[in-house]
Every structure is written in structure tokens, then in C-alpha cells.
């Protein structure tokens, strides 16, 4: 492989945590407009990129699968690799989306006078419930990313098996596009409610998993890549390239070739991708789209509830400033400074060591199955030694 691939699994790719940082500040800026009842007025200039925010959900898929495939490697080295691989999952995963779990009970309990069923919340702790139509969202507000999330995780050993390289990487995306272009196609035909029917059409992580194949193929794209000269250039071009193609599809420039608009996002942000790996320009790679990136689980869960509680503050803004521009502005400003302080606690007190926690469960996993193999092995080597009591 090009690229030093021993050094790349050794390194913290950049680009990777800015995207991750970018992706999810989109998300806060789309629901920051969304959630206040009604709808917080929007500048013409900001209506166009901030009302299709939730577009950064597609770039994190993206990030996710290659942030996946590149850590892969060093698993390999443990004594049961997947062992390692789901451990970590989980316990990067769960414990701050547990702790959200608690808090919305007690928000729709308190605010909404609403409460939630036993198998929601069951379905939601065990992170099933993108396989049950209807429940798909979640009901922790934002959860549907983690249900998708959650079921690609198991499934990602199948994505690896079908893509071991580049061409096969594109081949199997390729193949997931045209099993769900199958599969919906047969959606008439299903015994299932036409509410049942969409829900799964909108929300079944089989629609999002060609989204993930595409970071899995930029993930051997950039791992096949000759670390020459040409290596900036290739990026500028591929960096221009992703943004012209989300340009055209903001304004509607782009066929429906796909069968679904929205894969032309996973199109146009692989190629992003791919040019900031080549070429991670200062305005989108950074420290503070990096650090954005590090914090970017917690940024993505906190958002929603932070919004809602500042909904009031966003209309004192807007009546108090003049200028609407101005007032957004200081909408989006004021939203960032609580969203980023809250995320950081949550980052500290609950991922932080949720991580730890989980580094220490598969360091003791790894080791009782290292030692479990060395009893084994001594075993079969006393066996297979001739017993010296016994006489020729």
C-alpha cells in the first residue's frame, strides 16, 4: 500500500476529526433553525445551505466507515479482533446515549407531559429500534443516526469480507444500491400499513448502507494512493470537485440518476473527503474543526434539548436586533457557546470515561482469551511429549 500505510495506523488522520467536526456543527446550525416553534427566520443568503444541514449526517456516515476501516488493522493484533472491535462500539456508543435516554424521560415528563413505553425505551437501550417500522426515529430526539450507527457496526465484519480493496469496496456500494433499489421496488407489494412501508423507505439503515460502502471505497482510494507530488493537486481537484457537486444539488442542477437524490451527497462528500485527505486546506482542517470533531458525539446528542431550551433567547434576539442577518448571526453564536461547553462536560464526565471503561473491559477480555490459548498450547505440547517412565 502507498501512503506508509504502517505510519497511517499509527497516526490520528486530522482531516477525519475536522470532518467529523464539521458535519456535526451543520446538523446543530439545521436543527437550530428547525426546532423553535415557529421555524427561526432565516437570511435569504443562509436559506439555502443551513435548510439542508441534515445533510451532515451523510458526511458522518461517510467519516464513520472510513474512521472504521482505518482502525481496523491495529484490532487485527489482539487475540480476537472483533471481541475488540464490538467492545469499543459499545462503549463509545452507549454511555452517553443512555445517559440522553434518562434525561428525555424526565424532558418529556416535565415539559411535554408525555411519557414513553416500556418497549420504546427497551428497544432503544438495546439500539434495535431501526428494525422495528414506526420506531425507527427513536425517541431520544436525533437517536435515528444511532440506531443506523448501531446496526452498521453489525454488520461492518460482512462489509469487510465483500470489500477487501478498492475495486471490490466499489463493487459491493454498487451492489448495496441495487439490492435497495430491489427491495424497493417491491415496497407495493409488502403486507405491511403504507405508514409502516414509508417509515421503512425513509429510516431502514438498507437505504443508508451505499452511503457507508462510499467511505469504505475512499478509505482504499486514499490507502492506494502514491505519496507523490501530485498527491495536492489530485485533492484540490477532488476537494473542488465534492463541493461543486453539493453546490448543484443545493440548487437542484443534479439528475435523479440514482433513484434517490440523496445519494448524490454521498457522491459529492466522498470526493470532499478524499480532497481533504490530500489536501486538508486551513479553512476546513483546523483546531477548531478538530476539536469540533473530538467533541462532535457529544455536540450531535446535547443539540436538540440545548435548542429547544434556547428558543426563547432566539426570539428576544430577533426582537431586540434591528437587523435580521445580525440577529441570526448571534443566534448561531450564542448556540455554539452553550452547545460546545455542555458538550465538553459530556465529553469528560460520561465519553471519556465510557472510553476508558471500555479499553479496560477488552484489555481483560484479550488477555483471558491470550491466556486461555497458552493453556491450550502447553497442554497439546505435554500431550504430544513421550512419556519417559515408560521403558523402550
Known amino acids: 500500500?502507498?501512503?506508509?500505510?504502517?505510519?497511517?495506523?499509527?497516526?490520528?488522520?486530522?482531516?477525519?476529526?475536522?470532518?467529523?467536526g464539521l458535519a456535526a456543527a451543520y446538523v446543530v446550525l439545521y436543527h437550530m433553525v428547525l426546532i423553535p416553534e415557529p421555524d427561526l427566520a432565516m437570511p435569504r443568503w443562509a436559506s439555502l445551505v443551513v435548510g439542508n444541514g441534515g445533510m451532515g449526517v451523510t458526511l458522518f456516515f461517510i467519516v464513520s466507515a472510513f474512521s472504521l476501516c482505518y482502525t481496523m488493522p491495529a484490532r487485527r493484533r489482539e487475540p480476537a479482533p472483533w471481541v475488540s472491535f464490538f467492545v469499543h462500539r459499545f462503549f463509545r456508543i452507549a454511555p452517553l446515549f443512555y445517559v440522553w435516554i434518562a434525561l428525555t424521560l424526565y424532558r418529556d415528563m416535565k415539559l411535554f407531559n408525555a411519557s414513553h413505553s416500556p418497549v420504546e425505551i427497551a428497544l432503544s437501550a438495546s439500539f434495535l429500534f431501526n428494525l422495528v417500522p414506526?420506531?425507527?426515529?427513536?425517541?431520544?430526539?436525533?437517536?435515528?443516526?444511532?440506531?443506523?450507527?448501531?446496526?452498521?457496526?453489525?454488520?461492518?465484519?460482512?462489509?469487510?469480507a465483500f470489500a477487501k480493496n478498492r475495486s471490490q469496496a466499489a463493487a459491493f456500494a454498487i451492489a448495496l444500491l441495487l439490492g435497495w433499489w430491489a427491495l424497493r421496488g417491491l415496497a407495493p407489494y409488502w403486507p405491511l400499513a403504507m405508514d409502516a412501508r414509508d417509515s421503512i423507505l425513509q429510516w431502514s439503515v438498507l437505504r443508508h448502507l451505499p452511503v457507508f460502502a462510499c467511505g469504505v471505497v475512499a478509505y482504499y482510494v486514499f490507502m492506494d494512493a502514491a505519496s507523490d507530488s501530485g498527491l495536492l493537486d489530485r485533492g484540490r481537484l477532488l476537494l473542488v470537485a465534492g463541493l461543486a457537486v453539493i453546490a448543484a444539488l443545493l440548487n437542484g442542477w443534479l439528475p435523479d440518476i440514482y433513484g434517490d437524490l440523496y445519494y448524490w451527497q454521498a457522491v459529492g462528500f466522498t470526493f470532499v473527503l478524499l480532497g481533504?485527505?490530500?489536501?486538508?486546506?486551513?479553512?476546513?482542517?483546523?483546531?477548531?474543526?478538530?476539536y469540533l470533531g473530538r467533541i462532535s458525539y457529544s455536540l450531535y446528542l446535547n443539540h436538540p434539548t440545548i435548542v429547544l431550551l434556547l428558543a426563547p433567547i432566539y426570539a428576544s434576539l430577533f426582537r431586540q436586533v434591528p437587523n435580521a442577518t445580525l440577529a441570526f448571526l448571534?443566534?448561531?453564536?450564542?448556540?455554539?457557546?452553550?452547545?460546545?461547553?455542555?458538550?465538553?462536560?459530556?465529553?469528560?464526565?460520561?465519553?471519556?470515561?465510557?472510553i476508558n471503561l471500555g479499553k479496560r473491559v477488552n484489555r481483560s477480555?484479550?488477555?483471558?482469551?491470550?491466556?486461555?490459548?497458552?493453556?491450550?498450547?502447553?497442554?497439546?505440547r505435554t500431550t504430544s511429549l513421550p512419556n519417559v517412565s515408560e521403558k523402550p
Open 330 to 354: 448571534a443566534c448561531i453564536v450564542v448556540t455554539f457557546m452553550v452547545t460546545i461547553v455542555a458538550a465538553e462536560l459530556t465529553f469528560r464526565l460520561v465519553e471519556q470515561p465510557g
Open 134 to 160: 414506526n420506531m425507527q426515529g427513536g425517541f431520544v430526539w436525533a437517536s435515528w443516526t444511532i440506531g443506523i450507527e448501531m446496526v452498521f457496526y453489525a454488520m461492518f465484519p460482512v462489509f469487510l
Open 1 to 20: 500500500m502507498g501512503v506508509a500505510a504502517s505510519t497511517l495506523e499509527k497516526s490520528r488522520l486530522h482531516f477525519l476529526d475536522a470532518a467529523r
Open 365 to 380: 477480555i484479550q488477555n483471558a482469551i491470550l491466556d486461555r490459548q497458552r493453556d491450550d498450547e502447553s497442554r497439546q
Open 276 to 290: 481533504l485527505a490530500y489536501c486538508p486546506a486551513r479553512i476546513f482542517v483546523n483546531r477548531i474543526t478538530r
